[in-house]
């Protein structure tokens, strides 16, 4: 049974503290016995307290510390907001700020996965090489501004060119 609610509970479900207390924790589930499994997993399904069954975009990550008499303290937190945010960094880290195409660091990954492609399955790969000619003129007679808008056009022309080369993708 619930003991104690506090923190963020009320804003999470709709309820005060104290309509938790003295209820089980197995009432809030779709399915009482995966409550554990569920909260570990970040569950996104929960029953609020007038019965329907709802889903939920947070993430939750539990923390489950015994506690004396044979009792169970588990905190939860929304991390959502850090999970959106791991995301995007992992997103910066490997693609390009200026076209959103992947960087060398990603390209070196997609090499590795593609040859091991090749190795296992026997699925070919090609690598295209593209150099704007005297790119250098253009941005040191137009600007950068205009430099980096040419590199926006080209970059999505060859976006979708490669999204139509894709089996399926079209």
Sequence with gaps: RISIAVGAVDDLTGQPA???????????????????????????????????????EAMVEATVVPAPGGEVSVSLHDITERLSLTSELDFRAHHDA????????MLQQLL???????????????VVHVDLDDFKVVNDSLG?????????????????GARCLSPGSC
Excluded: K, M
């Design 98 to 105: 200026l076209t959103g195409l992947p960087n060398r660091r």
């Design 18 to 56: 104290q309509w938790w207390v003295g209820r089980r924790l197995a009432e809030l589930f779709a399915e009482p016995t995966a409550v554990l499994a569920a909260v570990a997993a970040g569950g996104n399904r929960r029953r609020r307290a007038d019965g329907q069954i709802i889903g939920t």
């Design 144 to 160: 950068h501004r205009l430099g980096n808008a040419l590199l926006v056009a080209a970059s999505d022309r060859f976006c979708c």
């Design 112 to 126: 590795v996965d593609a040859d091991r492609e090749r190795c296992e399955n026997g699925r070919p790969y090609a």
